[in-house]
């Protein structure tokens, strides 16, 4: 039993990493009925701009580790979320009235573009986040030691999540994400600017993104510039699995599949884990086909 | 007038060939451009400063050593041309080279030409297993260290072992090979698998493994993950010792584990060039440091002068060049000859059969000690 609740919060900490990049799939993938195939690559230049912010800015001098970790959560969200934001103005935008494979071929070549980017400026060896940012203490329940940070992550990762929810669902601007999600043509009838609402799902779904690659940084310490193809790969097989365009579903996803990975690696194999991840996507994506909450709401986003 | 230029045309010539015939002509391949070009340039400097001293104490047998350099580049085909041109300028010996793939491609060249090749960085298991009578190494195969993994793993008195690789052919190589040895000598395998290289979190394979309770856990794979497997254990104020194969050794663990978390870590790797210390390794570091200014960059390149120095010893114990005598002596009669890294001794299959590598472990301040 003991070992099922360790396995449950590893589980959970990880999945709710893949929920926050599930995220940015599932928003983007809900108005355009794109991949954003370069959002992985968001979330490593999340990483990457946390650790410079971190080391030039001297800002463990002013503010305690939370006050340090908030401000750089704020400013990495910003900066990636302007990245992302110039990604749909220039890869995305002229291609909004071509075939959906073009902008499928440019989401790839901007992937491409991002990792070699961050590759030639900071090189191809590991970065190490300082190691004395947050506080290494462990909690003590039910007989196991579970660092304390590990909780936060799970903690933070859901309240942004609830934060997103309650965004679109009641906020006008969320109304207007929504309207578009369901007909582009009716909600530009409706007085809605759609370019503007795209440019918006392309800030916030960046946003989390480079919050997520912050996380990791902090907590796992080590990044590397490919290390968003993996976690890229991951967030959207959860996005899938909790059916792709919706919200909620992507929460559920990333978490469960945090947990099957974990679960697998404990009761089954280690080297099969991503097998047997992979092998509950294909059973659950053949019962459900639209995922797994895919269709209990009625409208996408 | 036309005489004489004949005859000192023709005195040039007989001392040319009186001098040729009183030298020992040995040749080295190295990696002096391209990829490797540092490690092919430590590799000359090595064998000629070797050479210098073997001549500047007479020679071997009275006779001189002269140095046949020829570059391979670090690439097969060049190697190939490489190995022509050195096959027929009547050697006794090549010395060299460093990658295995090049290694590969002039070996068949030599054996064909009977000439002795002693390569000393291609550690390839394939190169000694093809029955070629004229190949030697002095590096080890890299079978080699997952008996040093076996034999550091005994010593420490360990019962219960995990064992885990990340799928690479290297590492889960290593990983089979230290398993099979272990389990021979009736010691329990508590925990065998592999994880996924590149990922973050492996606190759910520390949890497992963690669940097995081991005495040791030996990870076979790299650096990055080592570096991360170990901090995550002190997280979980889990204190196993842990044990890494060759590809931990980089400072780079450190930086990634922390030092506190890192501090303790044990690794197998050959030596680095300043931690050798037999009286033949300081004696030639000094006489290194004292021409170059420099000390060579790694072990591979100190293994060349240990080809140098062990075809020296066979020519100086046999009184002959030719290739068959000096072979059968090698791998028959030398026996723990003093080298620089340590005791050399060959088998059937040209291989080096002795101890190279050492085991190293993190001090508290993030320093790779050599532990006796």
Known sequence: MELFIQQLTNGLAVGGIYALIALGYTMVYGVLKLINFAHGDLFTIGAYLGLTLLTTLGLTNYLGPFGVVIVLALMVMGLVAIVGAALERVAYRPLRQSHRLSAVVSALGASIFFQNAVMLIYGARYKVYPHDILPRTAIHIFGLDIPLIRLLMLLTSIVMMIGLYLFIQRTKIGTAIRAAAIDQGAAKLMGINVDRVIMIVFLIGPALGGAAGLMVGLYYGQINFTMGWLYGLKAFTAAILGGIGNIPGAMVGGLLLGVIEAMGAAYISIAWKDAIAFCVLIIILIVRPTGLLGERVAEKI | ?372
């Open chain 2, 1 to 372: 007038m036309k005489k004489i230029l004949f005859l000192a045309l023709a005195l040039c010539l007989m001392a040319g060939t009186a001098v040729a015939a009183d030298t020992i002509k040995i040749g080295l391949m190295a990696p002096l451009t391209g990829a490797w070009a540092s490690e092919g340039q430590d590799m000359q400097q090595i064998v000629e400063l070797l050479a210098d001293e073997i001549n500047m104490a007479g020679g071997i047998n009275g006779q001189k050593i002269e140095i046949v350099t020829e570059d391979d580049g670090g690439d097969p085909r060049t190697a190939a041309l490489a190995a022509q041109r050195l096959s027929t300028q009547g050697l006794v010996a090549v010395i060299g080279t460093y990658g295995s793939a090049v290694t590969e491609a002039s070996q068949g060249i030599y054996d064909e030409a009977g000439l002795i090749q002693v390569a000393n960085g291609s550690t390839a298991i394939r190169l000694s297993e093809k029955g070629l009578n004229y190949f030697m190494r002095t590096c080890p195969r890299d079978d080699e260290q997952g008996l040093v993994a076996y034999k550091a793993l005994k010593n420490g008195g360990y019962k219960s072992i995990a064992i885990l690789h990340d799928n690479s052919s290297y590492a889960k190589g290593l990983a089979d090979e230290a398993k099979t040895l272990l389990e021979k000598d009736g010691a329990n395998i508590v925990f065998y698998d592999a994880l996924t290289p590149k990922e973050n979190d492996y606190s759910a394979i520390l949890t497992k493994m963690k669940a097995a309770n081991p005495d040791v856990v030996f990870f076979t794979g790299y650096y990055g993950e080592a570096g991360l497997l170990l901090r995550q254990k002190m997280e979980m104020n889990w204190n196993v010792p842990f044990l890494g194969g060759d590809a931990t050794n980089n400072p780079d663990l450190v930086k990634i584990a922390g030092k506190e978390a890192a501090a303790g870590f044990m690794f197998l790797s050959p030596p680095v060039p300043q931690d050798l210390n037999s009286k033949e390794a300081m004696a030639f570091m000094t006489a290194y440091k004292k021409k170059y200014n420099a000390e060579p960059g790694s072990v591979w390149a100190v293994l060349s002068g240990d080809g140098l120095r062990v075809v020296a010893e066979a020519i100086k114990a046999t009184g002959s060049t030719d290739q068959d005598k000096l072979v059968a002596y090698m791998k028959n009669d030398l026996d723990n000859f003093p080298g620089l890294t340590g005791q050399i001794s060959f088998n059937d299959k040209g291989d080096r059969v002795g101890d190279l590598y050492r085991v190293y472990k993190v001090s508290a301040d993030g320093k790779f000690m050599l532990q006796p």
